[in-house]
């Protein structure tokens, strides 16, 4: 294999009912595309190692090769297909027995099949529910339950345990310690 030989770019993919996510994961100048009924070739040169990429793609099923969008993100090329026929998930997205090496499944793109309802994100069902506790409304929180005038024990002065100069406190010498352990006898 010569070092100008095209080599297939690393992709990842994900699919919705009625479209598919395909992302080319390196940026690249000189991009060619091109779109059929059942299939992709992409062809582009890496703008970091100026090294040749190259792919064809042979699609499980049949899209529409007309309502392909680009979205070039400079580190990444996103094509959004539409699927010729909204359905079921395609379990792959190729035709191809084995799976190749360079495509792999974009599982944050993915939607799972039965899930009709859009989801909101965590973070904005978190916010909703401080909102349901009264956080973050226009009132100021109560803090009259804390009682600073009452001592607790964590509250009693520390006795010194060194007398300035650095040696420990002779008047108070540590207990010796004693050996609790018993010797059996055979």
């Known amino acids: 294999m ?12 994900a699919q919705q009912s009625d479209l598919l996510y395909v992302t080319v994961n390196v940026e690249c ?16 040169v890496s703008v970091l190692e100026n090294k040749p990429y190259e792919v064809t793609l042979n699609f499980l099923r049949n ?16 094509f959004k297909i539409y ?4 359905g079921p998930f395609w379990p792959t997205l ?8 360079f495509l792999k499944v974009d599982f944050n793109k ?14 904005m069902d978190l916010l909703n529910k401080l909102v349901d506790m009264g956080v973050g409304k226009d009132e100021k929180p109560s803090f009259d ?20 100069s650095g040696d420990s406190n002779k008047d108070n010498p540590a207990p010796a310690e004693t ?3 018993t010797e059996q006898k055979n």
Do not use: C
């Open 2 to 13: 010569s070092p100008d030989a095209a080599v297939p770019p690393p992709v990842s993919w």
């Open 94 to 101: 190729t035709n191809d027995k084995k799976k190749p090496h």
């Open 83 to 86: 699927k010729a026929e909204t």
């Open 29 to 44: 100048k000189d991009v060619d595309y091109k779109f059929t009924e059942n299939s992709m070739h992409f062809k582009g």
């Open 110 to 123: 993915w939607k799972d099949d039965d899930s009709d309802q859009e989801q909101e994100p965590e973070s």
């Open 179 to 181: 050996d609790t352990t």
């Open 63 to 78: 899209i529409n090769p007309d309502k392909v969008t680009l979205l070039n993100s400079k580190r990444s090329l996103e």
């Open 145 to 164: 339950d804390f009682d600073d005038e009452e001592e607790d024990s964590d509250d009693e002065n520390i006795p010194n345990l060194t007398d300035g």
